[in-house]
Nanobody, 120 residues
Framework: QVQLVESGGGLVQPGGSLTLSCAAS????????MGWYRQAPGNQRELVAH???????TYIDSVKGRFTIARDNAKNTVYLEMNSLKPEDTAVYYC??????????????WGQGTQVTVSS
């Protein structure tokens, strides 16, 4: 089995910063793309950013220039640095990883989610 554990959410004022972390553990052979999604109340879950094994990032337009995704392959960990936060960034943020396991299977795994609230 594979587990993803997120941390770093919280309450922040508009213009503030937060950094989310997500560590993967378990029967991991390799991790392909890792990413962050978010879901606000009443909205569908949307991709925020993802990053390849080689470190190539992709962002949705609304976070470009404000968010930075990074990963540490040795630690099976992905980060999301969020700056200049806006109230519309308020959501539950989920980590996602495309994992090849030592058992020979491959699949997408999700973290439990961490709340980010941007409010004054």
């Amino acid at each position: 089995q594979v587990q993803l554990v997120e941390s770093g959410g919280g309450l922040v004022q508009p213009g503030g910063s937060l950094t989310l972390s997500c560590a993967a553990s378990g029967s991991i052979f390799s991790i392909n793309v890792m990413g962050w999604y978010r879901q606000a109340p009443g909205n569908q879950r949307e991709l925020v950013a993802h990053i390849t094994t080689g470190g190539t990032p992709t962002y949705i337009d609304s976070v470009k220039g404000r968010f930075t995704i990074a990963r540490d392959n040795a630690k099976n960990t992905v980060y999301l640095e969020m700056n200049s936060l806006k109230p519309e960034d308020t959501a539950v943020y989920y980590c996602n990883a495309d994992v090849s396991t030592r058992l020979g299977s491959r699949g997408a795994y999700w973290g439990q989610g961490t709340q980010v609230t941007v409010s004054s």
